[in-house]
């Protein structure tokens, strides 16, 4: 199977790799939302992370890491990019299906879009808790499979 | 030598044909193309000359009769004559009786080609064991001893693995086999025209092979039955004309199998030589992988190994991620994360490598035309990748804080 240009694109160059601290720094700052999904026995682990100015409450900065095939590493750096300045609630109405039609991800790979969509929530999910946001029910909602 | 890209390192998934074979397939399509078939005129008798020849060269490479010799459409098919012919015609009792037909010992890191017709032969009333390979991957004669029943009838193992490359103690346990008389049947299709192979020494009953693997064509192979000490008798799988002494009906592929035998008369005469060539260059790979990388781990046992095939694990990184680095090189991933299903490599899982680093494992597979500078090249390049990956890696940077990754509540999908 052939990958499309934007996959190899964001494969190639990745943008936003990193994170705001190592895993015991990243617990302790509430500006900061972490989402790790995935396992490694299935062949996935996303880690996403965004940090909130919190004037004004919009995702300033986002990071990823990530252990996955191509289309995973490619929707993650994507969901970094279209993470930055949006609201939160803004972040959560990202769908799986919009990276999957930005990246043109075959069928096959559509997990790897939903396992993007699931950091992205886990991450807000996270910030919230920390700083004493109520966590809506639909927060949590698993993306479309 | 310049170094031409995409370099293929897929040689246990198939090979190219050698052009020697090709050349001597070449008459065979527009010139000698009776039907072997056809015994009152001379189209047929050039035919069947052509395979006769064939049916010599391939008998050589065995060590065996060539009336020993079976040709098919490829080790597929070898596989499903031999298990399924042998079952049937060994059966202790008879199908829809209510009995145990009959016990066969196989592995669970065998081919699919071997494990669905054993499975078939469950639903049919059979009973199969399916042997857990020790974590080298080398399947012993004591392993094979402590299930055999007093119902045995046949044993099927590989010879040597396609995925990791081990070799099993096929004479061995051919040598049980023949105490006890059971058949025994190797699926050889990774061994055979590699290795030296004599299926008198070796005491193998039956034997699979693939034109494919070993520099022929595609689709044609060959099964090795045994016709003397003991002779071994098959149920036909199928049925029509009667070619190939009733085995296997069917008009002979003729081209095919001239490409068979040529390609076998081939390997036997360089076996050696490019066997050595072959150890040299996977040495040299694994080594140049091993130096430039820390958290790897070569799969199988060290030694009891082919030349040319080597599974390597990358603690850290995802292998399908790992192969799109080194989109030049064609290997192939022991992840199959690309199904839905999610499911490693069920060799790798077998051996008891863990499903994480069965999803960071790679098959290198050498070939007749490998150059050392290939095998730099994909040093090089798969170091470089790797350590790329890990600077992506969420688990490498776990792993480095000092968290233990088995800890971890992981969010199974
Ligand atoms: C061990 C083994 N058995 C059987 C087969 C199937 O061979 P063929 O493609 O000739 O049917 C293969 C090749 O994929 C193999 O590696
Ligand atoms: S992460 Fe599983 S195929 Fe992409």
Known sequence: MAYGPKIIDHYENPRNVGSFGTQQEIKQRTDVGVGLVGAPECGDVMQLQIKVDQATGKIQDAKFKCFGCGSAIASSSLATEWLKGKTLDEGLAIKNTEIVQELSLPPVKIHCSVLAEDAIKAAIADYKTKNGIPVDDHDHEHAHH | ?413
């Open chain 2, 1 to 413: 030598m310049a170094l031409t890209l995409p370099i293929y390192l897929d040689h246990a998934a198939t090979t190219p044909c050698d052009p020697r074979v090709v050349e001597a397939m070449l008459p065979y399509f527009t010139k000698v193309y009776g039907n072997p078939g056809s015994r009152n005129h001379r189209f047929g008798w050039e035919a069947e000359d052509g395979v006769d020849r064939a049916r010599q060269q391939v008998a050589a490479l065995l060590g065996a009769n060539e009336k020993e010799i079976v040709f098919t459409s490829g080790a597929t098919e070898s596989n499903n004559l031999a298990i399924k012919g042998a079952a049937e015609m060994y059966e202790k009792a008879s199908a829809g009786s209510g009995q145990c037909r009959g016990h066969i010992i196989t592995c669970k890191i065998e081919h699919k080609a071997v494990l669905d017709p054993c499975k078939r032969l469950q639903k049919e009333g059979f009973e199969v064991t399916y042997l857990d390979p020790p974590r080298d991957g080398v399947i012993t004669r004591a392993m094979v001893e402590a299930v055999l029943r007093p119902d045995t009838i046949l044993v099927s193992l590989m010879w040597a693995n396609n995925e990791i490359g081990t070799v099993s103690e096929i004479r061995e346990i051919g040598a049980l086999c023949h105490e006890r008389e059971i058949v025994f049947h190797t699926d050889a299709t990774q061994w055979a025209g590699k290795m030296p192979t004599n299926v008198e020494r070796d005491n193998i009953d039956l034997l699979s092979m693939s034109g494919h693997k070993i520099y022929g064509p595609k689709g044609v192979g060959a099964l090795y039955v045994r016709r003397r000490k003991p002779r071994v008798r098959l149920v036909a799988q199928v049925d029509g004309g009667g070619q190939e002494r009733g085995f296997r009906s069917g008009t002979l592929n003729v081209t095919g199998i001239v490409g068979l035998g040529k390609a076998c008369e081939i390997a036997m005469a360089e076996m050696d030589h490019e066997g050595e060539r072959l150890l040299r260059l996977r040495k040299r790979l694994e080594q140049g992988i091993a130096g430039g990388l820390d958290h790897v781990q070569i799969n199988g046992h060290a030694d009891k190994r082919l030349p040319h095939i080597t599974n390597i694990s990358f603690g850290f990184v995802e292998g399908e991620s790992l192969m799109m680095a080194c989109k030049d090189i064609a290997m192939s991933s022991g992840s199959a994360c690309t199904s839905a299903s999610l499911e490693p490599s069920y060799v790798l899982k077998g051996l008891g490598i863990g499903d994480d680093l069965a999803h960071s494992s790679l098959r290198f597979s050498l070939g007749r035309w490998t150059t050392e500078a290939e095998v730099d090249y994909t040093v090089s390049k798969v170091v470089e990748s790797v350590n790329r990956l890990r600077g992506l890696s969420p688990l490498y940077d776990m792993f480095k804080e000092g968290i233990d990754l088995t800890k971890i509540e992981w969010a199974h999908h």
